[in-house]
């Protein structure tokens, strides 16, 4: 079965570093998303990302976080400048067409640990 | 009022049991409705999906929208440890992303 692959399962980084996390989508999607889920708490959506633009972030995804899609098969997001507080489950889903289908397909996520 | 609301649990309940989840919301214009399972250090896996009111039923698993009352169930038949994880609700409007519920902690146990 197709899975959404990201790397590396866990990182740990200084606070100020900048970290890339990469994902590779399902091969025939064509949406893009990355969400965001803090110890303990619920999963949260961070920004989505269709025909190489955002076509929607939340109010965390702020200028510290930024989107690519650089070679047509992976799909990363990138922390400028890390804080504390950005320590998380970082998952990546994607999505076949169409804003009507069912739910999205989800990594397994990235662990981000800042200290 | 949160606009999906759910029991963080945990729920414990002996193998074999039905185990009923559920979630709340307050957005009228929820249409899609989704339950998502989530292992420990996992990212959460579809389980169910449902659109507007009604039941729908795989295998030991019943899904319920009531929107009405704005309330989703998930039922669970004969359960069983491995079906010990959190339990996420998500729901969107057309055209939306998804909202997800806090999740409820179940354990099985043997």
């Known amino acids: 079965e197709p899975e959404v692959t990201q790397t590396p399962s866990h990182q740990v980084t200084q606070m100020g570093q900048e970290v890339i996390l990469r994902c590779v989508p399902i091969s025939n999607h064509l949406y893009f998303y990355w969400y965001r889920q803090i110890l303990g708490q619920k999963v949260e959506f961070l920004v989505s990302f269709y025909n190489n633009e955002i076509s929607e972030k939340s109010e965390i995804f702020d200028d510290q976080f930024s989107v690519e899609r650089p070679d047509g098969s992976n799909f990363t997001l990138k922390i400028r400048s890390t804080k504390l507080e950005d320590s998380a489950m970082y998952f990546c889903?994607?999505?076949?067409?169409?804003?009507?289908?069912?739910?999205?397909?989800f990594g397994s996520g990235t662990r981000l640990t800042v200290v | 009022q949160k606009e999906v609301e759910q029991d963080p649990g945990p729920l414990s309940v002996p193998e074999g049991a039905i185990v009923s989840l559920n979630c709340t919301y307050s957005n009228s214009a929820f249409q899609y409705f989704m339950w998502y399972r989530q292992y420990s250090r996992k990212g959460p896996e579809l389980l169910m999906y449902?659109?507007?009111?009604g039941n729908k039923e795989d295998g030991r698993f019943t899904a319920q929208v009531d929107k009405s009352s704005k309330y989703i169930s998930l039922f669970i038949r004969d359960s069983q440890p491995s079906d010990s994880a959190t339990y996420l609700c998500?729901?969107?409007?057309?055209?939306?992303?998804?909202?997800f519920g806090p999740g409820t902690r179940l354990s099985v146990l043997p």
């Open positions: 889903a994607s999505h076949v067409w169409g804003a009507d289908l069912p739910g999205y397909t």
């Open positions: 998500a729901m969107r409007a057309l055209g939306q992303n998804f909202v």
């Open positions: 449902t659109y507007s009111s």
